[in-house]
């Protein structure tokens, strides 16, 4: 069983960044998935989950900026990240939820320079 997240840089403020988070070992479509992210010196927060049937959730600071999507065909979640702000800065992490399974991935650092 393994998550790999990945697409993450150092990027500028106001450009986009997409992340991909390739699931392996699982019944992907049963999963609800979730991206989390945490900063330096702060805890790991929600940022936006999508449940099997495609419902999404999305944290405040990031709605209308961030669109998650799957494609369990691929099993793969996707993060589309648009008008980066330097406040976005974070290690993110992909999350798959079933049950009593809570499934996380090893994160992959966004770094948004002013």
């Known amino acids: 069983v393994q998550l790999q997240a990945s697409g993450g840089g150092l990027v500028q403020a106001g450009v986009s960044l997409r992340l991909s988070c390739g699931a392996s070992?699982?019944?992907?479509?049963?999963?609800?998935m979730g991206w989390y992210r945490q900063a330096p010196g702060k805890q790991r927060e929600l940022v936006a989950t999508?449940?099997?049937?495609?419902?999404?959730e999305y944290a405040e600071s990031v709605l209308g900026r961030f669109t998650i999507s799957r494609d369990n065909a691929k099993n793969t979640m996707y993060l589309q990240m648009n008008s980066l702000k330097p406040e976005d800065t974070a290690v993110y992490y992909c999350?798959?939820?079933?049950?009593?399974?809570?499934?996380w991935g090893q994160g992959t650092l966004v770094t948004v320079s002013s």
């Open positions: 070992g699982i019944v992907f479509r049963r999963y609800n």
């Open positions: 999508i449940s099997g049937d495609g419902t999404t």
């Open positions: 999350n798959a939820q079933y049950r009593a399974y809570d499934l």
